[in-house]
């Protein structure tokens, strides 16, 4: 007999990873997918669909590591998959690019909603069944331990665009300085404080 503990567990923490990421870059960009949301013809339930989209994909991707022998976190997982497959299938039939706000790129995403959506389905399902058949056995307070780390990649995912736009502020910054004189040290005065 074949122990799935090991796929399961490995599944389970996949998953917890994706929806956790997902959800926290939705909700720094929750205009932005409020935006897809009403192109997707939700209307004025808009909003409320993002908000209760993004603390579904919260939600089980915490109780995955929280509680991670509970069926529940899986099947809402199972119904995520299926709600992003139906976006993809409702954008196909508007027949215009509804561009996805899958990980908080905003409206203008790397890829419209569509096809991708339909192709990771059997994905999402095989790795939540994967996961049912091999449920890890981890308490609590383990898998808390490995929340805090995939908050820390999260976070050190984000904070490397905002690395990098910091660098070009400041040295644009520097090239309009010394271009216009305008915020450029004075480097006598520079010297009489580095004496004091």
């Known amino acids: 007999m074949l122990d799935w503990t090991v796929p399961g567990s490995t599944a389970q923490v996949c998953l917890a990873a994706v ?38 994909e919260l939600c089980a991707g915490v109780m995955l590591l929280a509680v991670p022998e509970a069926w529940w976190p899986r099947a809402l997982v199972v119904l995520l998959a299926l709600g992003f497959a139906g976006a993809g299938v409702r954008a196909l039939a508007l027949r215009e690019q509804v561009h996805c706000n899958c990980f908080g790129t905003g409206g203008g ?15 999402w399902l095989a790795a939540a069944g994967l996961a049912q058949a091999g449920a890890p056995g981890w308490d609590a307070e383990r898998g808390l331990a490995v929340l805090a780390v995939l908050l820390i990649a999260c976070t050190g995912l984000r904070l490397v ?33 580095a004496l004091r």
């Not at 995403?109 to 059997?122: F, N």
């Not at 690395?163 to 010394?178: H, K, Y």
């Open 19 to 56: 929806l956790t990421y997902s959800s926290l870059a939705k909700m720094s960009g929750l205009g932005a997918f409020r935006e897809v949301l009403l192109r997707l013809g939700a209307g004025g339930l808009a909003r409320p669909l993002a908000v209760a989209v993004i603390t579904a």
């Open 109 to 123: 995403g790397s890829a419209p909603l569509g096809r991708r959506q339909l192709a990771l389905l059997p994905a």
């Open 161 to 193: 665009p905002a690395v990098r736009a910091l660098r070009t502020l400041r040295a644009e910054r520097a090239a309009f300085a010394e271009s216009t004189g305008i915020g450029a040290e004075d480097p006598t005065r520079a010297k009489e404080m």
